[in-house]
């Protein structure tokens, strides 16, 4: 087990690297570099290339990059060429708020998602099951965002249950009861949005998954045995089928990040993704690089994890 | 040149297997560990042997299908292979032991056949036709067949499309791995005779490999018994079945069933006595790897793998 | 991926019931005409009379056997990929969905031989939010721009984009997983590695940094670099599916016949990963229109001058659009809903012909 875990660590660290230089590189296309976030833009020309000079800002490409990776490594992400502040300080707030979006969705996703793959599996090709596949149908079809706008419509202007717009409610002080209550009630919306679509693969899975284990030779011994048919459900079928699901816990963590993009521009959701949209809209290219770093560097994060759970469900994987 | 048309000499074939930290290479599975096998032009020679022993590596080994790991192989007195890679020659062909599996599903007849064709020779597409349908018609097979898939033959008739399509380049050898394992036992001999009728109407050279002792006997001139990787027992197929002088040997020929009703008690009177020799004295044909030792001649052409001292003791 | 090599046997099977009627019909006509009687017998029970009709096939009259045959009446049978287009004609939704399709596609692209672009975009502030009537059938959006021409040539558009990202994502993907898969050993290691690093980059935010940075791009240079990201989901399906393909004899067969590598891969191993190769690409492509009105949704796909079925969704991101203008976002949500729903039916029918062959078999 550890021993797995650290070969899959080794796996990861050129992932990162190559990520890195990819990153660095891209930031080297991009208009700007770490002096426009800091200097007067009044100062004359021989200051700047003086100043330049001594930032290392000409120096090869490779000493650059060194530079920068130790930098990062010792917590200086460089500033922010538009709001002349330290970017790890812009990022901050909108980094929680995007995390507390995703597992507020997760927890939706597998909440929600899981008893009805259960029910759809389990009684297929019923009443029941035909209103769940179909409701996958839709959700496949349906994009994230035009989801999300429909909710905002219907939910949050038609009806007016819920914000449309922010993380908190600008009038409470944080720190107390009402703050989390009202940062509560700001995901509700968005949180729904992402989940009642991204439930449907767990939903698709589940069901398939179940079906397929319910013909298996062991399920009919189970039931020769005479085992009654929920334990049948709960210790053998159930059991063997959440095992992809459980591994693909990772990947979905990595894409809910990386997919709420999109809702929280829909509701003005002041997290990452909306970050990244208005540094690129702004051409604050220093925040937008280290976003895409943080989203890539979880993403590998996502993706160790998911393997590492999939080695403890599943003893095989290990054995190879 | 010499008077073999196939020399397999002290063949290895090895597998790494890998593990630990770093997936290095751990130890080797030597699936074939130092076989060597000499097939006269025109006869047959069976190769046999229980799952895993080594057979049909070697009979793939010998085509190119796996890389050899040590050892020479001379075709026609010429080696065929430099390093790990054995040369693939259009005068050594294969018929394949699942039919099903062994014809691509999405192909008809006349592409099987004429795949090997089309790769030597540039002829048009008229001639493909007319050669074609001349193999199928020597295997028996209606022109009917010639735009048709392998689905929709029978496991038998699937058979002959292979052989078909091995015979197609007029080859000088043929290796068989298990033809008719995967076939109906009511169906075996048909392609068995079959192919002994192609076999002397082309003047072909065998290498057959089996578990089925039975067809082997039917078959073969010589044979070859492996296990572990290794030959335990060689020579011509009469004196191997009358005189087993290994173990092993002994064990198999005395499983072969019978079905003479009257010979039952003795069957397995004789049986039962082989058993109790095997139990008792198999461990003593075996190195302290498990592998057979390797094979003494005992008279010109017959060569066992004795252990190299005291063997008598055991055998008597 | 043991289930789909198990459909395809299955499938195979099936195949075979269903020809086998009319095979005996054939093979009885055949063998009357071509006077070898062995074969007239009943095929089903094949078997039986398999050894008699070795005995007296003769080879030595092989030539006038089969010389007076006319080539063109053989029977022919049918390929393995029309079985699954026979089973979504079959599927009445999967039709239905289908029909639907082709009329849309064929309305857009016939009627944008008509619509000027420049026309359709042109802003005319006289006419700014016009709710739908006589002169603009849907009304116009805040710069006066027929909204229905929009929407004519933005559904082109995404249809196009969805075509070209999901032809170039799903080529390259299933080379580079074919030969993967094929090869093997370190040569797959290597481009398995390549594959798990595109996996963990955020494609999302790649694209929309090139969009912005990049100064002039047009539908081809924007479908490569979105094909650039979505190529390693079908690398990885097809690379999983050829290495168990790989392993059948088949493929042996046609080494030791002499036949190259690459001819190996592209003429017997991909011919039976059509199916899959089908089914991904329809999925695929119901996938990318999606990316791509996303991405145009959030201002980050074409810019306002070409319109795509995202662009006219964007405006609604304007609380009044989105509130008290729906003619100028609907159409385009419908027309989204609709074609990812009908191309996933054709898609999920194709899927589940094999599925339900499984079942039956």
């Given at each position: 087990?550890?021993?797995?875990?650290?070969?899959?660590?080794?796996?990861?660290?050129?992932?990162l690297?190559?990520l890195?230089?990819?990153?660095?590189?891209?930031?080297?296309?991009?208009?700007?570099?770490?002096?426009?976030?800091?200097?007067?833009?009044?100062?004359?020309?021989?200051?700047?290339?003086?100043?330049?000079?001594?930032?290392?800002l000409?120096?090869?490409?490779?000493?650059?990059?060194?530079?920068?990776?130790?930098n990062?490594?010792?917590?200086?992400f460089?500033?922010?060429?538009?709001?002349?502040?330290?970017?790890?300080?812009v990022?901050?707030?909108?980094?929680?708020?995007?995390?507390?979006?995703?597992?507020?969705?997760?927890?939706?996703?597998?909440?929600?998602?899981?008893?009805?793959?259960?029910?759809?599996?389990?009684?297929?090709d019923?009443?029941?099951?035909?209103?769940?596949?179909?409701?996958?149908?839709l959700?496949?079809?349906t994009?994230t965002?035009?989801?999300g706008?429909?909710?905002?419509?219907?939910?949050?202007?038609?009806?007016?249950?819920?914000?449309?717009?922010?993380?908190?409610?600008?009038k409470?002080?944080?720190?107390?009861?009402?703050?989390?209550?009202?940062?509560?009630?700001?995901?509700?919306?968005?949180?729904?949005?992402?989940?009642?679509?991204?439930l449907?693969?767990t939903?698709q899975y589940?069901?398939?998954?179940?079906?397929?284990?319910?013909?298996?030779?062991?399920?009919?011994?189970?039931?020769?045995?005479?085992?009654?048919?929920?334990?049948?459900?709960?210790?053998?079928?159930?059991?063997?089928?959440?095992?992809?699901?459980?591994?693909?816990?990772?990947?979905?963590?990595?894409?809910l990040?990386?997919?709420?993009?999109?809702?929280?521009?829909?509701?003005?959701?002041?997290?990452?993704?909306?970050?990244?949209?208005?540094?690129?809209?702004?051409?604050?290219?220093?925040?937008?690089?280290?976003?895409?770093?943080?989203y890539?560097?979880?993403a590998?994060?996502?993706?160790?994890?998911?393997?590492?759970?999939?080695?403890?469900v599943?003893?095989?994987?290990r054995?190879? | 040149?010499?008077?073999?048309?196939?020399?397999?000499?002290?063949?290895?074939?090895?597998?790494?297997?890998?593990?630990?930290?770093?997936?290095?290479?751990?130890?080797?599975?030597?699936?074939?560990?130092?076989?060597?096998?000499?097939?006269?032009?025109?006869?047959?020679?069976?190769?046999?042997?229980?799952?895993?022993?080594?057979?049909?590596?070697?009979?793939?080994?010998?085509?190119?299908?796996?890389?050899?790991?040590?050892?020479?192989?001379?075709?026609?007195?010429?080696?065929?292979?430099?390093?790990k890679?054995?040369?693939?020659?259009?005068?050594?062909?294969?018929?394949?032991?699942?039919?099903?599996?062994?014809?691509?599903?999405?192909?008809?007849?006349?592409?099987?056949?004429?795949?090997?064709?089309?790769?030597?020779?540039?002829?048009?597409?008229?001639?493909?036709?007319?050669?074609?349908?001349?193999?199928?018609?020597?295997?028996?097979l209606?022109?009917?067949?010639?735009?048709?898939?392998?689905?929709?033959?029978?496991?038998?008739?699937?058979?002959?499309i292979?052989?078909?399509?091995?015979?197609?380049?007029?080859?000088?050898?043929?290796?068989?791995?298990?033809?008719?394992?995967?076939?109906?036992?009511?169906v075996?001999?048909?392609?068995?005779?079959?192919?002994q009728?192609?076999q002397?109407?082309?003047?072909?050279?065998?290498?057959?490999?089996?578990?089925?002792?039975?067809?082997?006997?039917?078959?073969?001139?010589?044979?070859?018994?492996?296990?572990?990787?290794?030959?335990?027992?060689?020579?011509?197929?009469?004196?191997?079945?009358?005189?087993?002088?290994?173990?092993?040997?002994?064990?198999?020929?005395?499983?072969i069933?019978?079905?003479?009703?009257?010979?039952?008690?003795?069957?397995?009177?004789?049986?039962?006595?082989?058993?109790?020799?095997?139990?008792?004295?198999?461990?003593?044909?075996?190195?302290e790897?498990?592998?057979?030792?390797?094979?003494?001649?005992?008279?010109?052409?017959h060569?066992?793998?004795?252990?190299?001292?005291?063997?008598?003791?055991?055998?008597? | 991926?043991?289930?789909?090599?198990?459909?395809?046997?299955?499938?195979?099977?099936?195949?075979?019931?269903?020809?086998?009627?009319?095979?005996?019909?054939?093979?009885?006509?055949?063998?009357?005409s071509?006077?070898?009687?062995?074969?007239?017998?009943?095929?089903t029970?094949?078997?039986?009379?398999?050894?008699d009709?070795?005995?007296?096939?003769?080879?030595?009259?092989?030539?006038e056997?089969?010389g007076?045959?006319d080539?063109?009446?053989?029977?022919r049978?049918?390929p393995?990929?029309?079985?699954?287009?026979?089973?979504?004609?079959?599927?009445?939704?999967?039709?239905?969905?289908?029909?639907?399709?082709?009329?849309?596609?064929?309305?857009?692209?016939?009627?944008?031989?008509?619509l000027?672009?420049?026309?359709?975009?042109?802003?005319?502030?006289?006419?700014?939010?016009?709710?739908?009537?006589?002169?603009?059938?849907?009304?116009?959006?805040?710069?006066?721009?027929?909204?229905?021409?929009?929407?004519?040539?933005?559904?082109?558009?995404?249809?196009?984009?969805?075509?070209?990202?999901?032809?170039?994502?799903?080529?390259?993907?299933?080379?580079?997983?074919?030969?993967?898969?094929?090869?093997?050993?370190?040569?797959?290691?290597?481009?398995?590695?390549?594959?798990?690093?595109f996996?963990?980059?955020?494609?999302?935010?790649?694209?929309?940094?090139?969009?912005?940075?990049?100064?002039?791009?047009?539908?081809?240079?924007?479908?490569?670099?979105?094909?650039a990201?979505?190529?390693v989901?079908?690398?990885?399906?097809?690379?999983?599916?050829?290495?168990?393909?790989?392993?059948?004899?088949?493929?042996?067969?046609?080494?030791?016949?002499?036949?190259?590598?690459?001819?190996?891969?592209?003429?017997?191993?991909?011919?039976?990963?059509?199916?899959i190769?089908i089914?991904?690409?329809t999925?695929?492509?119901?996938?990318?229109?999606?990316?791509?009105?996303?991405?145009?949704?959030?201002?980050?796909?074409?810019?306002?001058?070409?319109?795509?079925?995202?662009?006219l969704?964007?405006?609604?991101?304007?609380?009044?659009?989105?509130?008290?203008?729906?003619?100028?976002?609907?159409?385009?949500?419908i027309?989204?809903?609709?074609?990812?729903?009908?191309?996933?039916?054709?898609?999920?029918?194709?899927?589940?012909?094999?599925?339900?062959?499984?079942?039956?078999a």
């Open positions: 087990m550890l021993k797995f875990t650290i070969r899959r660590l080794l796996v990861s660290l050129p992932q690297i190559i890195s230089l990819l990153i660095f590189f891209l930031a080297s296309l991009m208009p700007g570099d770490a002096l426009s976030g800091v200097i007067d833009p009044n100062i004359p020309a021989e200051a700047i290339e003086r100043q330049r000079e001594m930032l290392g000409n120096n090869p490409w490779y000493i650059q990059y060194k530079d920068w990776v130790i990062m490594l010792q917590g200086d460089g500033n922010s060429y538009f709001k002349k502040q330290p970017v790890l300080d990022i901050g707030d909108r980094l929680m708020n995007t995390v507390w979006l995703s597992l507020f969705s997760a927890v939706l996703i597998y909440l929600i998602g899981l008893p009805l793959g259960l029910v759809s599996g389990r009684y297929n019923t009443f029941l099951d035909s209103v769940i596949t179909g409701y996958t149908y959700g496949f079809a994009p965002f035009m989801f706008l429909l909710m905002l419509l219907v939910f949050g202007y038609n009806l007016g249950w819920f914000p449309t717009s922010g993380s908190v409610d600008a409470v002080t944080p720190g107390t009861f009402e703050y989390v209550i009202s940062k509560m009630y700001h995901l509700v919306l968005p949180a729904f949005s992402i989940a009642l679509i991204g449907v693969g939903v589940l069901r398939s998954g179940i079906i397929e284990t319910k013909q298996k030779d062991y399920v009919t011994l189970a039931r020769a045995k005479g085992v009654s048919e929920s334990k049948v459900y709960t210790k053998h079928i159930f059991r063997n089928s959440i095992i992809p699901i459980a591994a693909f816990f990772g990947y979905e963590i990595t894409g990040l990386g997919g709420s993009i999109f809702i929280e521009q829909i509701y003005a959701y002041p997290g990452m993704g909306r970050l990244f949209l208005e540094s690129i809209s702004t051409r604050d290219f220093s925040v937008a690089n280290v976003l895409i770093l943080m890539g560097f979880l590998i994060v996502g993706a160790l994890l998911s393997d590492i759970i999939l080695s403890i599943d003893p095989r994987i054995i190879k | 040149m010499s008077e073999y048309l196939l020399e397999v000499k002290d063949l290895k074939v090895h597998y790494p297997i890998k593990g630990g930290f770093f997936n290095t290479t751990k130890d080797y599975v030597r699936a074939v560990d130092g076989v060597s096998i000499r097939i006269p032009k025109g006869k047959t020679y069976g190769l046999v042997g229980e799952s895993g022993s080594g057979k049909t590596t070697t009979g793939k080994a010998v085509i190119g299908l796996n890389h050899v790991t040590d050892g020479e192989i001379f075709y026609k007195g010429e080696k065929m292979n430099s390093g890679k054995v040369d693939v020659s259009s005068e050594i062909q294969m018929i394949f032991q699942d039919p099903y599996s062994s014809l691509n599903p999405r192909k008809r007849v006349f592409d099987i056949v004429a795949e090997p064709i089309k790769n030597y020779h540039r002829k048009s597409k008229d001639d493909l036709i007319e050669e074609v349908l001349g193999l199928l018609n020597k295997v028996g209606p022109p009917g067949s010639l735009y048709k898939y392998p689905h929709e033959f029978s496991g038998g008739q699937r058979q002959r292979g052989v078909a399509r091995a015979i197609a380049l007029n080859p000088e050898l043929i290796i068989a791995d298990e033809p008719v394992s995967a076939l109906d036992v009511s075996q001999a048909q392609v068995l005779n079959f192919m009728e192609i002397q109407e082309m003047g072909l050279t065998m290498l057959f490999i089996a578990h089925d002792l039975g067809v082997v006997r039917h078959m073969c001139e010589w044979i070859g018994i492996m296990y572990h990787g290794r030959l335990v027992e060689e020579g011509p197929a009469e004196e191997i079945f009358n005189n087993p002088q290994h173990i092993y040997t002994k064990r198999l020929i005395a499983a069933p019978d079905t003479n009703v009257d010979n039952i008690e003795r069957n397995l009177q004789r049986r039962e006595e082989v058993r109790i020799e095997y139990e008792n004295h198999f461990h003593e044909y075996l190195d790897n498990g592998k057979p030792f390797p094979l003494v001649s005992i008279s010109e052409n060569k066992v793998a004795l252990p190299p001292k005291g063997g008598e003791q055991v055998n008597a | 991926m043991t289930k789909f090599e198990d459909e395809k046997r299955k499938l195979d099977k099936q195949e075979l019931n269903e020809d086998r009627e009319r095979l005996d019909k054939d093979m009885h006509e055949k063998t009357h071509t006077k070898n009687d062995s074969f007239s017998k009943d095929r029970d094949a078997t039986p009379h398999d050894i009709t070795h005995m007296q096939a003769n080879p030595g009259a092989s030539g056997g089969h007076a045959i080539q063109e009446s053989l029977p049978s049918t393995g990929w029309r079985i699954l287009i026979q089973e979504v004609i079959h599927d009445k939704l999967a039709l239905f969905s289908f029909i639907i399709l082709v009329v849309i596609t064929s309305y857009v692209f016939g009627l944008t031989l008509f000027k672009q420049s026309e359709i975009v042109f802003v005319d502030l006289f006419a700014i939010n016009e709710p739908p009537g006589d002169t603009f059938r849907l009304g116009t959006d805040y710069g006066g721009r027929d909204v229905f021409g929009q929407l004519i040539i933005g559904t082109r558009n995404s249809l196009a984009i969805g075509f070209l990202v999901t032809g170039i994502s799903v080529g390259f993907g299933v080379v580079y997983g074919v030969v993967a898969g094929y090869f093997g050993g370190h040569i797959d290691n290597i481009m398995m590695r390549i594959v798990d690093f996996m963990v980059l955020p494609f999302l935010m790649v694209i929309i940094v090139y969009v912005t940075i990049s100064p002039d791009y047009d539908i081809l240079s924007f479908s490569l670099i979105m094909a990201f979505l190529w989901g079908t690398a990885r399906l097809i690379r999983s599916v050829a290495i168990q393909e790989k392993e059948l004899d088949y493929i042996n067969a046609s080494r030791t016949l002499g036949s190259s590598h690459i001819k190996i891969i592209f003429t017997q191993l991909l011919p039976n990963l059509v199916g190769i089914v991904n690409a999925l695929n492509l119901a996938g990318n229109i999606g990316i791509e009105s996303g991405l145009s949704f959030i201002g980050f796909g074409f810019p306002e001058d070409t319109p795509s079925l995202g662009t969704m964007s405006y609604a991101t304007q609380t009044q659009t989105l509130r008290h203008r729906p003619w100028i976002w609907a159409p385009a949500a027309l989204i809903l609709v074609l990812m729903l009908c191309v996933r039916n054709v898609g999920e029918a194709m899927r589940r012909a094999g599925d339900a062959r499984q079942r039956n």
